[in-house]
């Protein structure tokens, strides 16, 4: 697996994401600076990690959507690459305009840095092949703003289309529209989540729940060749 | 120089939780029949056009591609 991480000044998850890219895939991943106008060639993922990029200024992943590397990140998404945005990569994605919504400041106003149980709703993609359908798993949550909202059309479109990869399921904590966790992009090739699966790949860190997505990465690109 | 205020602000229908929080304080300071409050923000841009039409579109164009996320937010457009 060719993998990418990008990261902006005031990201700080990209070295949890390249420890769990490895871990599953033996391969490590490139880091690419946000001020590049090029992706390295052939890569199978582009992953934004979390983090709090430009401090959050004006809305969380705003300017991080403008950053110049975003051009070929688009480009690379529109050519049907993989694409993997997590907390504030989610955030990017959705500013970006490459998934529908938003995430507003959490229902509950708090930031919430916790565990939270997910349930996989689509086991079918590259992300998610490792998991059962309706598996649950623990997740690490980290964030202010992750409350995914979008309009009745856009929520009713999702649903439709069975583009709700993954959905809380215990509590709804930060106020999240249909418990909406995670989304994917009408291809299902660009996801975006607000918890941490990179930060659960280790027992000694406080488990493996999260390896199954990046162990179906490693294996969807194996076999991509 | 044109200097343009631009007012932001969550859509009708969006969750605005800190004007809630507000909402809630200012009754626990004792003012009494405070109805919804809600929070925004507000831009001054300066732009170098003197045309007060353009200079209007311009903001547009900037609230429309950054300073506004439409999906969440509507904004308006004013000479400051």
């Known amino acids: ?4 991480i990008v990261h902006f000044p005031g990201t700080n998850r990209e070295r949890d994401m390249a420890i769990a890219l490895r871990q599953a895939s033996g391969q490590r991943p490139q880091m690419v600076w946000h001020r590049e106008t090029e992706l390295p060639l052939g890569l199978d993922l582009v992953v934004l990690p979390g983090g709090f990029s430009y401090g959050d200024y004006l809305r969380c992943g705003a300017m991080a959507a403008q950053s110049p590397v975003m051009g070929a990140v688009r480009d690379f998404a529109a050519k049907g690459g993989h694409v993997l945005g997590v907390c504030n990569g989610f955030q990017m994605l959705t500013e970006a305009g490459l998934l529908p919504g938003a995430l507003l400041r959490n229902a509950s106003l708090r930031f919430l840095a916790m565990d939270c149980t997910m349930k996989v709703e689509r086991a079918d993609t590259a992300y998610t092949r490792h ?12 964030h202010g703003d992750g409350n995914y909202f979008a309009d009745d059309a856009t929520i009713e479109r999702l649903e439709g289309e069975n583009r709700v990869v993954f959905r809380y ?25 607000m918890p941490h699966p990179e930060n659960c790949v280790d027992p000694i860190v406080g488990g493996e729940d999260g390896l199954p997505l990046f162990l179906s990465l490693a294996e969807s690109f194996a076999e991509a060749g | 120089m044109t200097k343009l205020k631009v007012t932001v602000f969550p859509k009708a229908g969006v969750l605005d939780p800190q004007g809630k929080a507000i909402e809630r304080a200012l009754g626990n300071l004792g003012f009494a029949g405070v109805g919804e409050v809600r929070v925004g923000k507000v831009m001054v841009v300066e732009v170098n ?3 007060p039409a353009k200079a209007r579109a311009l903001g547009e164009d900037m609230a429309r591609r950054l300073l506004a996320n439409t999906v969440i937010e509507s904004f308006t457009v004013e000479a400051a």
């Not at chain 1, 998991?131 to 980290?142: D, I, S």
């Open chain 1, 1 to 4: 697996m060719k993998a990418a």
């Open chain 1, 131 to 142: 998991f059962q359908p309706g598996q649950r798993f623990k997740a690490t949550m980290a």
């Open chain 1, 169 to 193: 399921d215990d509590e709804n904590l930060n106020g999240s529209r249909n418990a909406i966790a995670g989304i994917c992009s009408e291809n299902g090739r660009v996801l975006g989540l």
């Open chain 2, 49 to 51: 056009e003197a045309d």
